[in-house]
Antibody
Framework: QVQLVQSGAEVKKPGASVKVSCKASGYTFTSYGISWVRQAPGQGLEWMGWISAYNGNTNYAQKLQGRVTMTTDTSTSTAYMELRSLRSDDTAVYYC???????????WGQGTLVTVSS | DIQMTQSPSSLSASVGDRVTITCRASQSISSYLNWYQQKPGKAPKLLIYAASSLQSGVPSRFSGSGSGTDFTLTISSLQPEDFATYYCQQSYSTPEFTFGPGTKVDIK
C-alpha cells in the first residue's frame, strides 16, 4: 500500500532553516511527483511547490521563491523540503503528497508540525 | 494567478441531507479541479479529481461536476463521517496550484 512517512516535529528560531523529509513506499517513486502543502493553525491549505521524482524538476509558489528548496533522493525514495529564513508565520503543519497525472494529491503524509518561535 | 472561491464558507446539515458545495475559479481551468476532505488533526483526503472522477475507495455518494469556472461537489446523503472541511484545488495553472478557502460542514 502507498505510504508517505514524514519526519518529526521541529521547533526553530526565527531566521533558522528547517528540512522535512518524506519517505515513500508502496509504489515506484520515480513515476510520480511530490507536492508540499502547509497549513497554519486554524487556517486553510497552502500549496508550496512540486518536484518531479523522475527528473528533479521543480515548481515553487511565488511567495516562497528564494526561501524553499525541494529535492529527492531516488536511492531511498525520499523527498525533502527545506525552508530557510524562517518567520513566525511559517509556523504550520507541513504535508507531502503524491501527485498524480492530473496533478491531484492522492496520498498524503501524516504531517510535520514546524513551530517558529524565539 | 488564478483565485479560487468556495460557497458557502460553512453549512449545517443533518444526516441524510443532500449537500452541495460550489467552487469558482477566477478564469477557466477546464476540468483541472480536485476536491479534498479534511477532518480535524488529519491530512486531507482526495475525493474527486479532474472535476468528476471519483478517487478509488471513495463512497459513491460523493460526486463532482462542472468545467470552465464553475464546479460543484455533491454529497447525495450525508453520513456522520462526512462532517469535515472540504477544499477545492485547481491544477490547471502551473506553477501555482491554489486551494479554495474551504467549506466546513457541521451537524445541524
Amino acid at each position: 500500500q502507498v505510504q508517505l512517512v514524514q519526519s518529526g516535529a521541529e521547533v526553530k528560531k526565527p531566521g533558522a532553516s528547517v528540512k522535512v523529509s518524506c519517505k515513500a513506499s508502496g509504489y515506484t517513486f520515480t513515476s510520480y511527483g511530490i507536492s508540499w502543502v502547509r497549513q497554519a493553525p486554524g487556517q486553510g491549505l497552502e500549496w508550496m511547490g512540486w518536484i518531479s521524482a523522475y527528473n528533479g524538476n521543480t515548481n515553487y509558489a511565488q511567495k516562497l521563491q528564494g526561501r524553499v528548496t525541494m529535492t529527492t533522493d531516488t536511492s531511498t525514495s525520499t523527498a525533502y523540503m527545506e525552508l530557510r529564513s524562517l518567520r513566525s508565520d511559517d509556523t504550520a503543519v507541513y504535508y507531502c503528497a503524491r501527485t498524480n497525472p492530473w496533478l491531484a494529491f492522492d496520498y498524503w503524509g501524516q504531517g510535520t508540525l514546524v513551530t517558529v518561535s524565539s | 494567478d488564478i483565485q479560487m472561491t468556495q460557497s458557502p464558507s460553512s453549512l449545517s446539515a443533518s444526516v441524510g441531507d443532500r449537500v452541495t458545495i460550489t467552487c469558482r475559479a477566477s478564469q477557466s481551468i477546464s476540468s483541472y479541479l480536485n476536491w479534498y476532505q479534511q477532518k480535524p488533526g488529519k491530512a486531507p483526503k482526495l475525493l474527486i479529481y479532474a472535476a468528476s472522477s471519483l478517487q478509488s475507495g471513495v463512497p459513491s455518494r460523493f460526486s463532482g461536476s462542472g468545467s470552465g469556472t464553475d464546479f460543484t461537489l455533491t454529497i447525495s446523503s450525508l453520513q456522520p463521517e462526512d462532517f469535515a472541511t472540504y477544499y477545492c484545488q485547481q491544477s490547471y495553472s502551473t506553477p501555482e496550484f491554489t486551494f479554495g478557502p474551504g467549506t466546513k460542514v457541521d451537524i445541524k
